[in-house]
T-cell receptor, first 114, second 110 residues
Framework: GAGVSQSPRYKVAKRGQDVALRCDPI?????LFWYQQALGQGPEFLTY????????KSGLPSDRFFAERPEGSVSTLKIQRTQQEDSAVYLC????????????FGPGTRLTVL | RKEVEQDPGPFNVPEGATVAFNCTYS??????FFWYRQDCRKEPKLLMS???SGNEDGRFTAQLNRASQYISLLIRDSKLSDSATYLC???????????FGTGTSLTVIP
């Protein structure tokens, strides 16, 4: 079946603009994760959903970052008033059920803030 | 101190060589451990889980040392296709904590 998909693959935003990044997890996967990966670094955890419930958002760097998964499938990561330091690849991953299950990653959205 | 630390490398090894990476973690309550592989400009993909008893998958062997709080990955008979960044992942269920290391870069040279 299809893997995790993300859109857009690339996004260029002007500083101060709002952006929305979409993640389509593997069908039937309960858990969904968002990560931020800066150049030369490993992915940094942002937030975690189990179905529609956001169980942890401790990794979101500021209140400009907001994530939702209203129907327990597709998720959107929104960044308001983007700043240059938000430039990174945003990775979405899903796993079948528990947080211990293998996480399958999407290709990521590369965000560049000018 | 970072939750998970890896030597970023780069490791440049000839084909056929054996290479080992370590990853240390700071919290003894960590419960699940994985190695992921990430090719340049691609997403991370699971390489293998790491169990206390150690596990092997072909040329790859992963081990966990809880007493010293590190995990290791051994690659035998390196192939050109093994060139990638290897990320260790440490999960702590309490508080849903997921930590990736910064990755270790491996280049296998012909």
């Amino acid at each position: 079946g299809a893997g995790v998909s993300q859109s857009p693959r690339y996004k260029v935003a002007k500083r101060g603009q709002d952006v929305a990044l979409r993640c389509d997890p593997i069908s039937g996967h309960v858990s969904l994760f968002w990560y931020q990966q800066a150049l030369g670094q490993g992915p940094e955890f942002l937030t975690y959903f189990q179905n529609e419930a956001q169980l942890d958002k401790s990794g979101l760097p500021s209140d400009r970052f907001f994530a939702e998964r209203p129907e327990g499938s597709v998720s959107t990561l929104k960044i308001q008033r983007t700043q240059q330091e938000d430039s990174a690849v945003y990775l979405c991953a899903s796993s079948f059920r528990r947080e211990t299950d293998t996480q399958y990653f999407g290709p990521g959205t590369r965000l560049t803030v000018l | 101190r970072k939750e998970v630390e890896q030597d970023p490398g780069p490791f440049n090894v000839p084909e056929g060589a054996t290479v080992a990476f370590n990853c240390t973690y700071s919290n003894s309550a960590s419960q699940s451990f994985f190695w992921y592989r990430q090719d340049c400009r691609k997403e991370p993909k699971l390489l293998m889980s790491v169990y206390s008893s150690g596990n092997e998958d072909g040329r790859f062997t992963a081990q966990l040392n809880r007493a010293s709080q590190y995990i290791s990955l051994l690659i035998r008979d390196s192939k050109l296709s093994d060139s990638a960044t290897y990320l260790c992942v440490v999960i702590r269920f309490t508080g849903n904590q997921f930590y990736f290391g910064t990755g270790t870069s491996l280049t296998v040279i012909p």
